[in-house]
C-alpha cells in the first residue's frame, strides 16, 4: 500500500501485477470507471464489479470517503481467461480518503485514469452529498448515480430536472436502466391492436412491489409517453392525474424490489382489467381481457448489467432526458 | 388504429410484432442444430414474445412430438442450464402439421393454425427440390398474402446451382411472392465480424480516402478448413467449392469489403451497392479460366495432427471426380476505385488450419528512404480476422531501438475476446430477428444473386471445358503449387495459413 498516489509507481505496480496473470496479451482497457463510495462491502459495489471482470477490461478507481488517517492507496489486477484462454483484466486502484479528504478530490485521482479513453464516475455513496454532475464537469464523460435506497426520490428527481439543462456531463440513474425491462415488457403487452385501444383509456395503474424509486420513474415514463397531466409525486400517495376529461390513478402498494417480483394492474374506463405480472421462474405472464397470447421472458437487470449496459453507451438515455424533463 | 407511445424511445431494439414461424423440414438438422435454438435463444433474451412455431414435415409427428424434440435439442449446450420454466414457455408456443410437402390438405390445416396471426414467416429448410411444391401451395391457400400483416419466405441456400437454376428458383418464387416477401439467407454474414466490416470502413474516416488503388496494392480473401468433406462426399460431389463458398459466403465478404459507400443503411441502398460489385468483377470465360483460376482436390497428408484420405478415397465422392475441394481466383474490378487492384481468393478443404480473414495490403511509400526496410512484407497491412480470434490487425513499420535505423513490421491489434468478454448472437438469431422486423439488408435480393451466378457460371463453364485432372494438394497444407504461381503473376504471396 502506497502513501501517495504516485502515477508513475501506479503504473508499474499495475504493469507488474498483470504480467503475472497475462504476459502475452495485448492490453485493452475501454474506460476509467471511477467509483465513491463509503464501504467496500456495499452489495452494489461488489455484484458490479463481479459482472464487470471478464466481461470489459477496464481501469476502476474506488474511492473510499472517510476511510480514516492518512490517505493512501492500494493496487491490483483482476484477469480473467474465457474458453479461449484469452485474458481480460481489470485494474483495480483503491483510495482510502483519509482524514485530509485529499483522496476524494478528483486532483488526486485525475492523473491515475488512462487518457483518451471515456472517464464514468459512479456516485456510490450517498446522494444528499452528491456534488455530482458539477464536480466532474470537465473530467468525466458521464456520471452515475443509484437512486434507489434514496428515500425521498422524487427530490432528487425535481431538483435533477432543474439542473440538466445547464449540466455538461451527461448522468444515468441505474433505476432507471433497472426498470428498462420493464418498460420494454409495458410497452410490447400494449402493443396488439387490441391492447393499444385500452392502453389510452386507461383509469388506472397500480404497481405492486418493486422499490420506490423504480416506481416512481416508471409512473413517470407513462405519464409523459400518455401525456396525462398533474403533479408528479412520490410513490407515497397516489399520483393523481387527468387526461383529457378523464382521471388518472396511479398507485404503487407492497413496496419491495423489481427483482423479488411485481404485478402491474391496469383498469379502463370500461372497467376491464389486465394484470402483467412476474411469474417467478423468469418469464411476465398476462391475464385479463384479450391478454391469452402473452408471455414474455422478463429478467430483472441487476447492478453489474446495469453498469455494463450503460458503459456501452455513447450518450444520455434520451428517453431517461425526456422523462426527467418533464417532472413536475 | 390506436398508436403505441410506449414504444417511442424503446425502438433501438429490435422488437419484432407479434408472429407466427412455420419451418418446413422441422424434422431435419438445419431446425434442431441452429433455427430451434435460435428462436428459444431470441426467447429468452425478451426478443421475441408474443409468437407461434409451427413444424411442417412429412414425418408423422404431433405437436407433442415435436415438443418433445425440441425439449432434446435445448437440453444441451448452454441451453441444458435454463430452468425448465423458460423451456416449458417456449416449448408450449411449438405446434406441428405432418403433411406431404404436396398435399393441399396439410396447407389447409396450417391455414387453421397460422390465419390467426397476422404476421407470418415461412422458413424453407428442405431440400432445394422442394421449393417449388412448397410455394405453389402456400399461394394456392392463400398463405402468401397476409392482409393485416405480413408474409415472409426466408430461403435456404443453396440457391441454385448456376444461373439458369438460380434463375429458375426466383421465377417460381416471383410467382407467388413479392421480392420484398423473399428472404434468401446466407447465414455466413450474420457473423458479427462480417457485420463489422462495414462498420470498420464507414464508422471510421481514416480508411475510406485509402480505400482506392492508389494507397490499396492488392487483397486477400482466405476460407480455409482444417477438415475435409467427411460424411458430406455425396453432397459435395454436386456443390464443389466455387458453388459451396465462394458464391455465396465470399462473394458476401467481398461485396461489403468492395462496395461504395451507401447514403444509408436501408437494405436497398446497401444491397444496390453490393450489386454493383458483382456487376463490374471483370468476367472470367473458358478462354482466361487457367489464367484467373486454380482448383485443387485434396490428397492424403495430415491434419490436426492426424493422417487424413484424399478427396477421392471420400467415401460417396467418385475416384474419377473432377470436383474442387479448393479455389483459388484472381479478380479485377473494373471501376474507378478499384482498377488494377487484384482481389485474391483462397478457399479450400483440409489446409493447414481452420481460419478466415480478409488481408488489405496498401502499397509501399513512393521513396524508401530507409535502405535497410524489408521489401517484402514491409506494406502496411490491414488484417479483419472474421474466425477464430476475430478481430482487427493493423501492421505498421517501427524503428528496432538502437543506434541503427532498423525498420520492422510490428502489429497494432484489436481483439474481440480480449475487449468484449461475452459471446455474440449466433448468426441465425440475428438473421431471423432481422426477417421479422422486416430489414433485409442482411438477406440476398434476386438481382445479387443472379449477379454471383452470372460471374460463377462462366468460370464453372470454363471448368467444364477442361478435362485435365486437378491439382492436387497435400492435406494440411496451404493448397496446390498452381495457387502460388497464380498469386505471384502479379508479384503476391499469399500470406502464410
Not at chain 1, 129 to 151: M, N, Y
Not at chain 1, 212 to 231: A, D, M, P, T, Y
Not at chain 2, 93 to 107: M, P, R, T
Request: net charge neutral.
Amino acid at each position: 500500500m502506497n502513501r501517495y498516489a504516485d502515477p508513475v509507481a501506479v503504473e508499474a505496480e499495475l504493469r507488474k501485477n498483470q504480467q503475472e496473470f497475462s504476459p502475452n496479451e495485448a492490453r485493452t482497457n475501454l474506460f476509467n470507471l471511477v467509483v465513491y463510495t463509503e464501504n467496500f462491502d456495499d452489495v452494489r459495489l461488489i455484484e458490479a464489479l463481479n459482472y464487470l471482470h471478464g466481461k470489459r477490461p477496464s481501469r476502476v478507481v474506488v474511492v473510499r470517503r472517510h476511510a480514516g488517517g492518512e490517505t493512501r492507496t492500494d493496487v491490483s489486477a483482476r484477469c480473467m481467461a474465457d474458453a479461449n484462454d484469452k485474458v481480460m483484466c481489470i485494474q483495480e486502484i483503491v483510495i482510502y480518503s483519509g482524514d485530509d479528504r485529499a483522496g476524494a478530490s478528483p486532483e488526486f485521482w485525475t492523473p491515475l485514469l488512462i487518457r483518451d479513453i471515456p472517464v464514468f464516475v459512479w456516485w456510490l455513496s450517498p446522494l444528499k452529498d452528491a456534488p455530482v454532475p458539477e464536480l466532474f464537469d470537465g473530467i468525466a464523460d458521464r456520471c452515475f448515480v443509484d437512486t434507489r435506497g434514496v428515500p425521498d426520490a422524487h427530490l432528487f428527481y425535481a431538483d435533477f430536472s432543474r439542473k440538466f439543462p445547464s449540466l455538461n456531463t451527461a448522468v444515468s440513474d441505474f433505476s432507471w436502466v433497472r426498470i428498462g425491462p420493464l418498460l420494454k415488457l409495458t410497452a410490447n403487452f400494449f402493443n396488439p391492436a387490441e391492447m393499444r385501444e385500452k392502453l389510452h383509456d386507461l383509469v388506472s395503474v397500480e404497481f405492486k412491489g418493486g422499490h420506490r424509486s423504480e416506481v416512481e420513474l416508471f409512473f413517470q415514463w407513462l405519464k409523459v409517453k400518455l401525456e396525462w397531466q398533474g403533479k408528479s409525486g412520490s410513490t407515497g400517495q397516489t399520483w393523481e392525474l387527468t387526461s383529457g376529461q378523464r382521471k388518472v390513478f396511479l398507485k404503487h402498494s407492497d413496496p419491495g424490489t423489481l427483482e423479488h417480483g411485481f404485478e402491474l394492474t391496469f383498469v379502463t374506463s370500461k372497467g376491464e382489467t389486465c394484470v402483467l405480472k412476474d411469474s417467478k421462474q423468469g418469464f411476465a405472464v398476462a391475464e385479463g381481457v384479450g391478454t391469452s397470447k402473452y408471455t414474455a421472458v422478463f429478467r430483472y437487470l441487476d447492478t453489474g448489467k446495469a453498469l455494463v449496459s450503460e458503459v456501452d453507451k455513447n450518450a444520455s438515455d434520451r428517453l431517461y432526458l425526456e422523462v426527467m424533463k418533464a417532472w413536475t | 388504429m390506436f398508436s403505441n407511445p410506449l414504444l417511442d424511445g424503446l425502438q433501438f431494439a429490435k422488437e419484432p410484432s407479434p408472429f407466427v414461424i412455420t419451418i418446413f423440414g422441422a424434422t431435419g438438422d438445419l431446425t434442431r442444430k441452429k433455427l430451434i435454438p435460435a428462436l428459444f435463444s431470441l426467447f429468452l433474451k425478451g426478443n421475441i414474445s408474443q409468437f407461434q412455431v409451427v413444424g411442417f414435415a412429412r414425418r408423422p409427428w404431433t405437436k407433442e412430438t415435436f415438443q418433445t424434440e425440441a425439449a432434446s435439442m435445448l437440453a444441451i449446450g448452454h441451453y441444458a442450464h435454463v430452468p425448465e420454466a423458460q423451456k416449458r414457455a417456449f416449448l408450449d408456443k411449438l405446434d406441428f402439421v405432418s403433411s406431404n410437402f404436396d398435399d393441399a390438405d396439410g396447407y389447409s390445416r396450417l391455414a387453421k393454425v397460422v390465419n390467426v396471426w397476422d404476421n407470418k414467416v415461412y422458413y424453407l429448410s428442405t431440400p432445394p427440390d422442394d421449393y417449388e411444391n412448397i410455394v405453389r401451395n402456400l399461394g394456392a391457400a392463400g398463405l402468401n398474402k397476409s392482409p393485416g400483416g405480413y408474409s415472409r419466405v426466408i430461403v435456404e441456400k443453396p440457391f441454385g446451382r448456376d444461373l439458369a437454376t438460380a434463375r429458375e428458383l426466383n421465377d417460381i418464387l416471383s410467382s407467388q411472392l413479392e421480392e420484398n416477401q423473399i428472404y434468401r439467407i446466407d447465414h455466413y454474414i450474420g457473423k458479427e465480424t462480417v457485420q463489422n466490416i462495414l462498420v470498420l470502413r464507414f464508422a471510421n474516416g481514416i480508411f475510406e480516402p485509402l480505400w482506392n488503388n492508389r494507397y490499396i496494392e492488392n487483397i486477400q480473401i482466405t476460407v480455409s478448413e482444417s477438415i475435409g468433406v467427411g460424411t458430406r462426399g455425396n453432397y459435395y460431389e454436386k456443390s464443389g467449392t466455387l458453388r459451396d463458398m465462394v458464391q455465396n459466403h465470399i462473394f458476401q465478404i467481398m461485396t461489403l469489403l468492395l462496395m461504395e459507400p451507401p447514403n444509408d443503411l436501408s437494405p436497398d441502398t446497401i444491397r444496390t451497392e453490393k450489386v454493383k460489385v458483382l456487376k463490374s468483377l471483370r468476367p472470367i470465360t473458358h478462354k482466361n479460366v487457367r489464367d484467373f483460376t486454380v482448383r485443387g482436390q485434396y490428397a492424403p497428408g495430415i491434419t490436426q495432427g492426424k493422417a487424413v484420405k484424399g478427396y477421392l478415397q471420400e467415401d460417396g465422392v467418385s475416384p474419377k471426380s473432377q470436383t474442387e475441394t479448393f479455389v483459388a481466383l484472381k479478380l479485377f474490378l473494373d471501376t474507378w476505385r478499384w482498377e488494377g487492384v487484384p482481389v485474391f481468393i483462397r478457399v479450400g478443404k483440409s489446409m493447414t488450419r481452420r481460419m478466415s480473414e480478409v488481408a488489405v495490403t496498401f502499397k509501399q511509400p513512393p521513396l524508401q528512404i530507409f535502405k535497410n526496410q524489408a521489401t517484402d512484407g514491409g506494406s502496411n497491412q490491414l488484417v479483419i480476422h472474421i474466425q477464430p480470434d476475430e478481430g482487427v490487425t493493423f501492421s505498421i513499420n517501427a524503428k528496432i531501438p538502437g543506434y541503427l535505423t532498423q525498420v520492422r513490421p510490428v502489429n497494432m491489434d484489436f481483439a474481440y475476446g480480449n475487449t468484449f468478454g461475452e459471446s455474440t448472437p449466433e448468426a441465425y438469431e440475428r438473421l431471423i430477428l432481422d426477417c421479422l422486423v422486416g430489414d433485409s439488408t442482411l438477406y440476398t435480393r434476386r438481382d445479387e444473386i443472379e449477379a454471383s451466378w452470372t460471374f460463377i457460371t462462366r468460370i464453372l463453364q470454363g471448368w467444364a471445358d477442361d478435362p485435365s485432372p486437378l491439382p492436387q494438394y497435400k492435406a494440411g497444407s496451404a493448397g496446390p503449387e498452381e495457387a502460388k504461381e497464380l498469386a505471384a503473376s502479379s508479384g503476391v504471396k499469399w500470406r502464410k495459413l
